[in-house]
């Protein structure tokens, strides 16, 4: 037992460095220097730009193929025919990591111009709207899977996206970005070849520029700030990203540019509706034109992004009017007059704390954090732990059955759910499912997200319940037949009981594993109020630009895990040596002596 004291030293020291943590956050220097605005608020005029005249010479706006000549008025629209999974409520799948365009702002709510303008358009048609966030990679056959009646995400069109899913005449248009870090040899797409290592986001029109266009094998990043971050780390050569988010992340002293710019050729963003949904695509075509010509899409252009639209190109339908908008170049030439003041580049450390150490982001992210994205991950953890376990313990007791109709389906189970990715396990039972069981669920699948994680860590508990059982010896089963008791019996008085009580430690590490896994959740699409512990942390780290906010969602998976580790320790030590020996009152000890 001399190891005790140590064990427990170890964990009182891991938490008061937790504790240190917190308290630091909350008492930071307050210094918001580093943070920079809010990137999921209004920039307003004062960031205007004009039309990069950068352009790759290869660059060329093909033909307008896809725009309506005109639309129906909005009063015509019957919304009783659009094919809406919640009669009267359009819901609408989006991203909260892509600021100015599709963000979450500091107040939990999904923003930006592309849902702002959304949410006027569906106005003028007398529609409300449903926002829940979910990864871009699946937005779009979530879309086609009749998950969420709209994507809104900045979407390129593209002849293969057309192929999935339908999409609404443009309300923006795209140019690509080429960010490099100061001093970099990589003045322009030309100079890119086989060796660079070039950031994109999977699964974005980017992304497909690099493979089919410029015919380079990329990296790979999930959201826009990983990607610039590795930029500004060295870790890549170049990123690739569209021309808003590009503008809207680089800060003064970051040391990196906008070499070369591209446009999205031939195509615009617009909103993805379910193929074959025309009456939805009608309807929203009316309310762009009609948010358009009301001033209201002005108003928003100037306010989120406000840059001078390309030459021949405007939203809307061919009929709408061309927005009455500021001269962009105008008020981006005088902001450039008034600040010729250079900023120095801030040195490798000076970045590293501020990109991952920001006692400011921390004392902000925090309420959040605890209030949202800690309840959010208990849930899923235990209601998926507790359905897991029994799963578990009925795979563990058929996979030992002497019945090869129960123990050959258990096998089977258990290598399908160990063997797939929990991602794949996530997206089926979500997607798949999902449509299934919309009625029931109310087409949230949140609680189809716990019965995922339930399935994949039924799998492996169900092992761990196997090998614990297997591990009893023979001569338990034995004895309890020996005096009376049957197979059944026998197997659930005596030797489950003691293959359970083997393998508690190995639960609990389970359930540990629960905890990091409900991040996965985020794929189904949530509300924000139904954010874990990662994806708040992200929301925040796509507000500011800063990965400060992840850290801090790290810090909260310590405290919830750290206690459990040990925990798990203490159970393992009790049940390899006992409880510890307790010496004997004097007082008790001459009482047992004397009534002998």
Not at 66 to 92: E, H, M, N, R, Y
Not at 345 to 351: A, G, M, V, W
Not at 417 to 427: E, S, T
Not at 523 to 545: I, P, Y
Request: aromatic share 8%; glycine share 10%; proline share 7%.
């Amino acid at each position: 037992m001399a190891g005790l004291p140590a064990v427990r030293s170890r964990a009182l020291i891991a938490v008061l460095l937790l504790a240190v943590a917190f308290l630091a956050a909350g008492c930071g220097s307050g210094d918001d220097s580093s943070t920079g605005r809010d990137l999921c608020s209004p920039p307003g005029l004062s960031a205007a730009s004009a039309a990069p005249t950068n352009l790759a010479s290869s660059a060329s706006a093909g033909p307008d193929r896809f725009t309506t000549a005109s639309s129906v008025p909005p009063q015509s629209i019957d919304i009783g025919k659009l094919g809406l999974i919640t009669p009267g409520t359009l819901s609408v799948g989006t991203l909260s990591d892509a600021p100015p365009s599709i963000c979450v702002n500091a107040q939990g709510a999904f923003t930006g111009f592309d849902n702002q303008l959304l949410e006027a358009v569906a106005a003028k048609i007398g529609l409300r709207v449903e926002f829940s966030g979910t990864e871009f990679a699946g937005l779009l056959a979530q879309v086609a899977g009749r998950r969420f009646d709209v994507g809104s995400s900045n979407i390129t069109t593209t002849d293969a996206r057309r192929q999935l899913v339908g999409f609404t005449n443009g309300y923006d248009f795209g140019y690509f970005a080429l960010v490099v870090p100061a001093g970099s040899p990589v003045k322009g797409f030309a100079d890119l070849n086989s060796g660079s290592r070039i950031a994109v986001v999977q699964g974005t029109v980017q992304d497909d520029y690099v493979v089919n266009t410029l015919k380079l094998d990329p990296v790979k990043f999930p959201d826009y700030n990983t990607a610039y971050a590795n930029l500004k780390s060295g870790q890549v050569d170049a990123w690739v990203a569209p021309s808003a988010q590009a503008e809207g992340a680089i800060k003064p002293g970051d040391g990196t540019a906008v070499v070369q710019n591209a446009f999205s050729l031939d195509n615009f963003a617009a909103w993805a509706v379910g193929k074959g949904n025309q009456p939805l695509i009608d309807a929203l075509n009316s309310g762009l034109d009609a948010v358009i010509a009301d001033g209201t899409y002005a108003r928003l252009y100037t306010d989120w992004v406000p840059r001078q639209l390309p030459p021949g190109w405007k939203p809307g339908s061919k009929a709408a009017p061309v927005p009455q908008l500021p001269d962009f170049a105008a008020v981006a030439a005088e902001q450039q007059s008034d600040d010729t003041a250079p900023n120095a580049p801030k040195s490798t450390f000076q970045q590293l704390r501020e990109t991952f150490f920001d006692w400011s982001l921390y004392r902000e992210a925090f309420p959040d954090l605890l209030r949202t994205g800690l309840p959010n991950t208990l849930i899923l953890a235990v209601v998926s732990g507790f359905l897991g376990t029994v799963i578990g313990m009925l795979l563990a007791v058929a996979g030992i059955s002497r019945t090869r109709w129960l123990r050959w389906p258990a096998r089977v189970y258990t290598d399908i759910f160990r063997g797939l990715p929990a991602v794949v396990i996530i997206l089926l039972i979500g997607l798949g499912v999902g449509p299934v069981v919309k009625n029931l669920t109310g087409n949230n699948p949140y609680w189809l997200g716990a019965v995922a994680l339930a399935l994949l860590a039924s799998a492996y508990i169900g092992e761990i319940f196997r090998s614990g059982i297997q591990s009893v010896e023979p001569g338990q089963l034995e004895a309890a037949r020996a005096i009376g008791f049957g197979y059944t019996q026998s197997m659930v008085l005596v030797v489950i009981p003691q293959g359970v009580r083997r393998v508690l430690p190995a639960l609990m590490n389970q359930f540990i594993a629960l905890i990091k896994d409900s991040s996965l959740i985020y794929f189904l699409g949530l509300l924000a109020s139904q954010r874990e512990l990662f994806a708040v942390g992200r929301d925040f780290n796509a507000q500011t630009g800063n990965l400060s906010p992840l850290v801090a969602a790290g810090l909260v998976y310590l405290a919830l895990t750290i206690p459990l580790t040990h925990l798990v320790n203490y159970i393992d030590r009790r049940m390899r040596t006992g409880r510890p020996d307790r010496p004997i009152d004097e007082l008790e000890q001459a009482t047992i002596t004397e009534g002998r």
